[in-house]
């Protein structure tokens, strides 16, 4: 599973780690996916993503934007995602963190036969017309996809 957000935000930029605002609900909504909490630390949460087959990358390898708001994103430079996916023949399915990793992968990308696609609500605490219990419920989606791989 290849979970895409955007681009990293001022925050996760500025402590180099992916989903760093303490706000972001994505470390504990996908903890909570497998009845775990969030480890504290970052190398534990990737190895805790990495032991449930989750791979974490963003659409946008560079881009300008105002702040940490997606709908921002000017001038983007895609990443290299159908070159990770045929070099990981394992990754079956994509999850795009918000509308704007779906919007923006399919500007740059045309879909790949054989993977499953799910568009997920953004955990970025930007997008708070959800709350964490819903989102929640809507990203059982990914665990589901990976049972069944």
Known sequence: MLVLGTLPGEESLRRREYYAHPRNLFWPIVCALFDETPPARYPDRLAFTLSRRI?????????T???????????EIPNT???LIAAHP?????AFNGGGARRLYHRHFAPLPGLVYLALPSTSPAYA???YTDKLARWTALRDVLADS
């Open 90 to 94: 394992g990754i079956g399915a994509i």
């Open 129 to 131: 017309s959800l709350g």
């Open 81 to 83: 995602i159908h070159e």
């Open 65 to 75: 934007r105002l702040a940490s708001a997606d709908a921002e994103i000017r001038a």
């Open 55 to 63: 791979a974490l990358w963003d659409v946008c390898q560079s881009a």
